[in-house]
């Protein structure tokens, strides 16, 4: 019997309020190389060959994106205002919101807003390695820095070793049902691979670069812009 060909979707949680940026609009609508950070996200997803859709979500009262014209990024992209309290809520909200278009074994690759320095080849790369893979897995770095923990006077009271410790990114790529399922059990999870991983399962790292940062912090905004005029392949 013919083998079912699993599609690719990408998900974009932009629900957020950008609170540690510190500014009146939230991070994702702030101006980076002229245009909305936003759109430098929606336009690698959008003009990636292997993903079928885009939905981004939306708070449910989001002033900004209508004051935008997004069709130049083409007829892939899908707003859906089901944006949560905390990432995972939106993220959820999304897979919810999404259920009549997408299939229980479908790809579903979940990317943040806040990176807009994805490249094609990290989406190629994704893809590539978990195309049949029995879990799924996520973009991540190997860490590089030693790690301090921290006592409460902001004094090193330990050093975590670092062999095998990775800095988890976006996009996370699983199947629909079972990412679905995952965060319907999970709480407190900060990413897709943590519900995946409390269910007892291991998504797989595949290994990205730290260009693919989370603009988080004013300075984050900088580098960003650095990245985009300067990253060659
Ligand atoms: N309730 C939320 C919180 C976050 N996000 C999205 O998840 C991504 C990563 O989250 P983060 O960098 O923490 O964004 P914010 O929550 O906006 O930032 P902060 O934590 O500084 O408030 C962002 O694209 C953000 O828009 C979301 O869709 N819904
Ligand atoms: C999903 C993520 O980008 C992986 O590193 C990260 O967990 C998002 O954290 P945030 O606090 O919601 O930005």
Redesign the pocket.
């Known amino acids: 019997m013919q083998k079912t060909a699993h599609r690719h979707f990408a998900l974009v ?9 510190g500014r009146e609009t ?3 609508y702030l101006s980076l190389m002229g245009e909305p950070l936003l759109r430098h996200t929606l336009r690698v997803l959008c003009a990636a060959p292997q993903i079928e859709r885009v939905y981004v ?1 939306l708070s449910v009262g989001d002033q900004h994106w209508n004051a935008f014209d997004w069709r130049d990024l083409g007829d892939k992209l899908t707003p859906v205002y089901v ?5 995972a ?2 993220v959820l909200g999304g897979l919810r919101a999404i259920r009549p278009d997408v299939r229980d074994g479908d790809w579903i690759l979940v990317h ?3 990176r807009p320095c994805l490249a094609p080849w990290h989406v190629d790369a994704l893809i590539e390695a978990l195309d049949d893979d029995e879990v799924g897995g996520l973009l991540a770095v190997p860490v590089a820095d030693t790690l301090k923990r921290a006592d409460a006077q902001s004094r090193a009271a330990a050093t975590v070793p670092r062999d095998s410790l990775w800095q988890a990114q976006t996009p996370q790529m699983f199947r629909y049902m079972m990412l679905r399922r995952a965060l319907e059990s999970a709480r407190d999870v900060t990413d897709e691979a943590s519900a995946i991983e409390a269910a007892g399962l291991r998504p797989r790292l595949v290994r990205g670069d730290p260009t693919n940062l ?1 603009v ?1 912090y004013p300075l984050d905004l900088h580098l960003a812009e650095w990245i985009l005029q300067n990253r060659e392949r």
């Open positions: 949680p932009a629900a957020g309020g950008g609170s540690r940026m939230p991070k994702q979500v944006g949560g309290a905390t990432r809520d939106s943040d807003a806040a989370k988080t």
